[in-house]
Nanobody, 114 residues
Framework: VQLQASGGGLVQAGGSLRLSCAASGSIFSINAMGWHRQAPGKQRELVAAITGRGSTNYADSVKGRFTISRDNAKNTVYLQMNSLKPEDTAVYYC?????????WGQGTLVTVSS
């Protein structure tokens, strides 16, 4: 299973970005897809996740600003990030959970300037 993330970049505070992550390979049953992030000097943290049935989960720090969605036909997950803050600056990693296995993308850098 390979995950290809895209959409990161530099944006001013208050701006928006949309991240995409496409999964390919032998995928039989996806339990969930989502995003984690890791800021410099900090631990990786969950940002948002979505199950195959569409149930979502968000970190408190992004609720109301970020929206996760998923295209099951394309095995692709999206993260719409609005009202970005400098503290959202991090490398964002998409992940996929299938059965007992977790797969990770390569990470995409999001930088929010003040």
């Amino acid at each position: 299973v390979q995950l290809q993330a895209s959409g990161g970049g530099l944006v001013q505070a208050g701006g928006s970005l949309r991240l995409s992550c496409a999964a390919s390979g032998s995928i039989f049953s996806i339990n969930a897809m989502g995003w984690h992030r890791q800021a410099p000097g900090k631990q990786r943290e969950l940002v948002a996740a979505i199950t195959g049935r569409g149930s979502t989960n968000y970190a408190d720090s992004v609720k109301g600003r970020f929206t996760i969605s998923r295209d099951n036909a394309k095995n692709t997950v999206y993260l719409q990030m609005n009202s970005l803050k400098p503290e959202d600056t991090a490398v964002y990693y998409c992940y996929l959970r299938a059965g007992l296995s977790n797969y990770w993308g390569q990470g995409t850098l999001v930088t929010v300037s003040s």
